[in-house]
């Protein structure tokens, strides 16, 4: 299992991590609260150049306090999609600033890529999986490419799309881990108050799930929380994480958020 450190270099051309080591993670951690989780591993220095994705949405600030609290040099990667609302940009710079975050990085689309398949900006309104594809998936796909592991906002409560969700999983060789995963939305309130955290200015105007401005409504009353994201298109995801793995259990979905058919948080 992943306990002891493996040196990795430039001629280590396997898998950075193997679902057996992924479930050994998720049998060591049970029961384990998330913070406490956390800073073992990084003290252990067992999960190699490690990383956090946050969409900045309206739950992120849970994940990047529990992280920050553990490490506040943990990298904290951002999608922008340049498609983003102005208050989600606001809001990670006072996150940013509130939680001590140290290393801080964002990711944009290609732009010979935008000038080639979304010349006017407006793919998203024909071809939303198109569009997650070019601002979303590639980007981060290029961030993680450094990375021997993530850390991701997912819970298994966002969605149908998400039940089931282990801790850790295993994706492309890297090791995705999903320390929110059986977070209740009362969880996360707690942890709000607890905390004092700022909130996303948009949660009070009813958004309940934040991405991409054009693909973010606002949820009515008994709505599941993620119905706001591209609401009109059989779409519940973005592509940044895999189909359900069987092997793990696992299943689409961000903590951020993000193809036909399918947000943050990423
Ligand atoms: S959420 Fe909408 S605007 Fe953002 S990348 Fe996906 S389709 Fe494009």
């Given at each position: 299992m992943a306990e002891a450190a493996r040196q990795?270099?430039?001629?280590?051309?396997?898998?950075?991590?193997?679902?057996?080591?992924?479930?050994?993670?998720?049998?060591?951690?049970?029961?384990?609260?998330?913070?406490?989780?956390?800073?073992?591993?990084?003290?252990?220095?067992?999960?190699?150049?490690?990383?956090?994705?946050?969409?900045?949405?309206?739950?992120?600030a849970v994940l990047l306090h529990l992280v920050a609290k553990a490490d506040r040099t943990v990298p904290v990667v951002f999608v922008d999609t340049l498609k983003m609302f102005e208050?989600?940009?606001?809001?990670?710079?006072t996150l940013i600033e509130t939680l001590g975050i140290v290393n801080s990085e964002v990711v944009q689309p290609d732009e010979a890529v935008l000038a080639a398949k979304d010349?006017?900006?407006l793919r998203w309104s024909w071809d939303p999986d198109g569009c997650c594809e070019i601002r979303k998936v590639e980007p981060l796909k290029r961030a993680k490419q450094g990375l021997d592991a993530w850390i991701s906002g997912r819970k298994a409560f966002q969605s149908v799309t998400r039940q089931n969700l282990?801790?850790?999983?295993?994706?492309?060789?890297?090791?995705?881990i999903n320390p929110l995963g059986d977070w209740t939305k009362d969880d996360l309130e707690a942890y709000f108050e607890e905390h004092d955290l700022p909130r996303h200015p948009l949660e009070a105007q009813g958004y309940l799930s934040v991405g991409c401005a054009p693909c973010t409504s606002k949820v009515k009353p008994g709505e599941d929380p993620r119905a706001g994201r591209w609401r009109g298109w059989d779409k519940t995801e973005c592509g940044i994480h895999s189909p359900n793995n069987p092997q793990s259990g696992g299943n689409d979905g961000d903590g951020g958020e993000l193809p036909p058919g399918y947000e943050p948080a990423f």
């Open positions: 990795r270099d430039l001629i280590d051309t396997a898998p950075a991590f193997t679902q057996a080591e992924a479930d050994a993670l998720n049998a060591r951690f049970a029961g384990v609260d998330a913070g406490t989780m956390l800073a073992e591993l990084f003290a252990e220095g067992s999960l190699g150049k490690v990383g956090v994705v946050s969409s900045f949405g309206t739950e992120s208050e989600t940009l606001q809001y990670r710079e010349e006017n900006g282990p801790r850790f999983e295993v994706e492309d060789g890297r090791l995705k």
